[in-house]
């Protein structure tokens, strides 16, 4: 079984420019969580979404981030006219269920570290 | 709201000394709380997880976590540091109030191995 994967690993946009990074979660994953990890940080939670349902976008800024889930391929999270201050690795995280059980927990993707020049 | 504080933002230990990273938490509700570990460059990993059973949990690559509520505290701990210990860590909370995982991570702790 594949772990998650992000593509791209890394990607270099400059000011103003879009920057879309993909997260396919795990076979038999149906739900998927987005953070962020700014320089010499933590992770921070940005957005949960289910296929095709986005259940809690409380980390997102509210202005030039989007997040998406299909039914078919893979999680999206778009930032539109990028700034300095989104250069970050961002990290997505698949889980089977939406609870961490004794079984259940969130497995994480190798994150794509994006440069805004 | 949940929250989590890592004591020392960097800790440096002997090859073969004992390792200790510290946590504490914020929780209004039982909480589910994890160890991860992040080597350079890539993705996290989880070592270890409490989810109410046992408070003493032991994880992957000798790693082990007690769970003390009277403390709130999850500090991990490892008898003999190795070389390849050498990472960033990260505590975390899990936020029970919703029915999924919206989970609170520390700022981490960069653990050196000295030989």
């Known amino acids: 079984n594949a772990g998650v994967m992000q593509n791209p690993r890394h990607l270099v946009r400059r000011r103003g420019q879009e920057a879309r990074l993909r997260c396919s979660p795990m076979?038999?994953?149906?739900?998927v969580y987005w953070y962020r990890q700014l320089p010499e940080e933590g992770l921070k939670f940005m957005v949960y979404?289910?296929?095709?349902?986005?259940?809690?976008e409380s980390g997102m800024p509210k202005e030039r981030f989007s997040a998406e889930f299909p039914k078919e391929g893979p999680s999206i999270l778009r930032i539109q006219q990028v700034v300095r201050g989104d250069s970050a690795a961002y990290f997505c995280?698949?889980?089977?269920?939406?609870?961490?059980?004794?079984?259940?927990?969130?497995?994480f993707g190798p994150g794509t570290r994006l440069t805004v020049l | 709201a949940q929250s989590v504080t890592q004591l020392g933002s960097h800790v440096s230990v002997s090859e073969g000394a004992l390792v200790l990273l510290r946590c504490n938490y914020s929780s209004s509700v039982p909480p589910y709380l994890f160890w991860y570990v992040q080597y350079p460059n890539q993705g996290l990993q989880l070592l270890l997880k409490y989810t109410s059973a046992a408070t003493l949990v032991k994880g992957i690559n000798g790693f082990e976590a007690e769970f003390k509520k009277s403390e709130t505290s999850f500090h991990l701990t490892k008898p003999s540091a190795h070389m390849s210990d050498a990472a960033e860590y990260f505590c975390?909370?899990?936020?029970?109030?919703?029915?999924?995982?919206?989970?609170?991570f520390g700022p981490g702790t960069s653990l050196s191995v000295i030989p």
């Open positions: 076979k038999g994953h149906s739900h």
């Open positions: 979404l289910q296929k095709e349902n986005i259940i809690d």
């Open positions: 975390a909370v899990s936020d029970r109030k919703t029915s999924y995982d919206k989970v609170i």
């Open positions: 995280a698949s889980s089977p269920t939406s609870t961490a059980s004794t079984t259940d927990t969130q497995y």
